[in-house]
Nanobody, 123 residues
Framework: QVQLVESGGGLVQAGGSLRLSCAAS????????MGWFRQAPGKVREFVAG????????YYAEFVKGRFTISRDNAENTAYLQMNSLKPEDTAIYYC????????????????WGKGTLVTVSS
């Protein structure tokens, strides 16, 4: 069982930065793949970034490459998403998710979800 709580969302102007945090509980956190997803109103939930425990391999959606960075601190049971050069189209609720094993980054395969944190980017 894993519980996830996101924080760090807010309002920022285009070109600005935010850092999202995902605090996790559970003894197996360090072994779980962790990912960030986002969903705008009326839109499908989409993958943003992911990180695997083994080798620290990271994955990014094409639309955030070069702007966002995912990381994790296993000692503190926390995952992060550093978001730079934000655009209005990045506006969405951002969710932290975890899987019991790596099965890719489709939202339907993730086992655990946080409740989300809202990111709003103004022009």
């Amino acid at each position: 069982q894993v519980q996830l709580v996101e924080s760090g969302g807010g309002l920022v102007q285009a070109g600005g930065s935010l850092r999202l945090s995902c605090a996790a509980s559970g003894r197996t956190f360090s072994m779980y793949p962790m990912g960030w997803f986002r969903q705008a109103p009326g839109k499908v939930r989409e993958f943003v970034a992911g990180i695997r425990w083994s080798g620290g391999t990271t994955y990014y959606a094409e639309f955030v490459k070069g702007r966002f960075t995912i990381s994790r601190d296993n000692a503190e049971n926390t995952a992060y998403l550093q978001m730079n050069s934000l655009k209005p189209e990045d506006t969405a609720i951002y969710y932290c998710a975890a899987d019991s094993r790596y099965r890719g980054w489709h939202p339907d395969v993730m086992d655990y979800w946080g409740k989300g944190t809202l990111v709003t980017v103004s022009s």
